[in-house]
C-alpha cells in the first residue's frame, strides 16, 4: 500500500507535466509558424528564446496578482535588470521571474512531499526551488555578457572599416547590424536598439549610456565612455573605433594565454591524484607481487 500510494501522485505529476508540454509545444508551434509566414526580410530578432521559462507561463501569470503586491522592490528591480541583461525582456519581466520562482519552489515542495518524510528535506526542498531560477537567471546573464565581450573586437573592427569608408556612425551600426542580423549576437542586437533609441529622438550620448545601463559590462561601459568623449571632443570616430578594437582584441588574446597557463596549472592536482597512482602502479606492481609471492 505505501508504495501504491507513493507511485499514483507521481504519475498524477508525469502526467500533467506531459499534458503541459504537449499544449506549450502546439501553442508556440502555431505562434512560430505565424510568425514565419509574416516575416519581413528586415525583421531584427532581439529578444532571446527561454522555452524553459515559458513552460512555466501558466502557473505565474495565475501569482502575478500575489507577486505585484509583494512589497520587495529592490529584489524586482535587481529580477528586472537581470532579464534585460539575459536578453528575456520581450518575453518576461521582473514579477514573472518571481512567480517562476514560486512555481519551481511548489514544483520542488510536491517532490518533497512525496519522496521525503522529514521537515527539513521539505524546508531545503522549497529552498532549492526558490534558489534554482534565480541561479538560471544569474547564469543565463553571465553568459550573454561573455558572449558580448567575445563578440565586441570584430564587431568594432567592422565598425571602424565602415566609418573609414565613408559612412556616419549611425550608418556604420545599420550596416553591421544588416550584415549580423541573422548571426543572433547579443553585441549586434545592442547596438541595433541603440540605434532604434537614437531614431526615437534620443542623442547619441544618452543611446550609448542605455546601452551600457543595459548590459552591465565594463568592457561595454568603457568603449560607450570612450565614444562618449570622442563625441564631446571631435575627434575622428573611425581611429577610435579601430584604437578600442584592437584594445579589445589584445585583451582577449591575454586572457586566452592566462586560462591556458590556469589550465596546466589546474591539472597537476587531477594528474598527481589520479594518473601517476596508475603508472606507479603499472610498473611497479609486478615486482610487488613477485616481492609478496616471494
Known amino acids: 500500500m505505501a508504495s501504491l500510494s507513493f507511485i499514483q501522485p507521481l504519475s498524477y505529476l508525469l502526467f500533467f507535466g506531459a499534458t503541459l508540454f504537449f499544449i506549450y509545444t502546439m ?8 510568425i514565419s509566414e509574416n516575416a519581413r526580410d528586415d525583421d531584427f530578432e532581439i529578444a532571446e528564446e527561454s522555452r524553459f521559462i515559458l513552460m512555466f507561463r501558466p502557473f505565474y501569470r495565475v501569482l502575478s496578482p500575489l507577486i505585484e503586491w509583494l512589497p520587495l522592490p ?5 529580477m528586472n535588470r537581470y532579464v534585460v ?3 528575456l525582456e520581450g518575453q518576461v519581466n521582473g514579477n514573472d521571474m518571481i512567480g517562476f520562482q514560486v512555481s ?4 520542488f515542495v510536491f517532490c518533497g512531499f512525496i519522496y521525503f518524510d522529514s521537515t527539513l528535506s521539505i524546508l531545503l526542498a522549497a529552498a532549492a526551488g526558490l534558489a534554482y531560477p534565480y541561479v538560471w537567471l544569474y547564469e543565463k546573464k553571465k553568459e550573454r555578457q561573455e558572449r558580448i565581450k567575445l563578440s565586441m ?7 571602424s572599416l565602415s566609418v573609414e569608408a565613408g559612412l556616419s556612425f549611425n ?5 553591421v547590424c544588416n550584415i549580423y542580423r541573422h548571426d543572433k ?12 533609441n537614437i531614431k526615437l529622438g534620443r542623442s547619441r550620448e544618452e543611446a550609448l549610456k542605455i546601452m551600457a545601463d543595459r548590459v552591465e559590462l565594463m568592457e561595454l561601459d568603457s568603449f560607450a ?11 575622428s570616430i573611425a581611429e577610435v573605433l579601430k584604437s578600442q578594437a584592437d584594445r579589445m582584441r589584445s585583451e582577449r588574446f591575454l586572457k586566452a594565454e592566462k586560462l591556458g597557463a590556469q589550465a596546466s596549472q589546474k591539472l597537476l592536482l587531477p594528474m598527481m591524484l589520479f594518473i601517476f597512482p596508475v603508472i606507479f602502479i603499472v610498473i611497479f606492481g609486478p615486482y610487488l607481487v613477485k616481492f609478496i609471492m616471494g
Not at 550608418?171 to 550596416?175: L, S, T, Y
Open 85 to 87: 541583461t539575459a536578453g
Open 171 to 175: 550608418a556604420a551600426v545599420q550596416k
Open 153 to 159: 573586437p570584430d564587431v568594432v573592427d567592422m565598425l
Open 74 to 78: 529592490g529584489y524586482k528591480s535587481r
Open 225 to 235: 565612455s570612450i565614444l562618449i568623449q570622442a563625441n564631446k571632443m571631435g575627434s
Open 185 to 196: 549576437d547579443p553585441f549586434v542586437v545592442e547596438l541595433y536598439l541603440m540605434d532604434q
Open 104 to 107: 519551481i519552489m511548489l514544483v
Open 27 to 34: 501553442v508556440s508551434g502555431s505562434k512560430k509558424l505565424a
